[in-house]
């Protein structure tokens, strides 16, 4: 499709973009990208994602903290820390024998998808 060829220089780039920050929003991506390709549209950063997501390149994470939808380079099932002040999500896991314990206090209920810890990191606490 003529279309994916002309956008194929940008989605190396949005691979690129998006695996050096780990996680990140089609916003951030585009403002990331715009200082080498001023031209970059929204609609093509969205529809770069939007295939990385349906080709299993990227995964959603949890939504930002103003709602927006987050990629995730990291396509491995795991958890992440969120810092409500910030809004940094770090990559974590939670290990079983604590999901087994959350699971129990929850009339055990079992915890079979990603877990969203939220707190304050380091740098907001200083
Ligand atoms: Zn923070
Ligand atoms: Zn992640």
């Given amino acids: ?3 994916t060829r002309r956008h194929s220089k940008y989605t190396e780039a949005v691979k690129y973009s998006l695996a050096r920050a780990g996680h990140a929003t089609n916003a951030q991506l585009a403002d990331d990208l715009r200082r080498n390709y ?9 529809r770069i994602t939007q295939r990385l997501i349906e080709d299993g390149l990227a995964q959603y994470a ?8 987050v990629f995730d380079a990291n396509t491995t099932a795991h958890d992440h820390f ?3 002040k910030c809004g940094m999500l770090r990559d ?3 290990p079983d024998p604590v999901r087994d314990a959350l ?5 055990d209920c079992t915890l079979d998808g990603p877990l969203k810890i939220i707190g304050t ?5 200083s």
């Fill in 62 to 69: 949890p939504h930002a903290v103003d709602g927006a939808m």
């Fill in 103 to 107: 699971g129990a206090s929850i009339n």
């Fill in 1 to 3: 499709m003529a279309t």
């Fill in 121 to 125: 990191c380091r740098d907001c606490m």
């Fill in 82 to 84: 969120e810092c409500a």
């Fill in 38 to 46: 001023p031209h970059l549209s929204d609609t093509t950063v969205h």
């Fill in 92 to 94: 974590i896991v939670v």
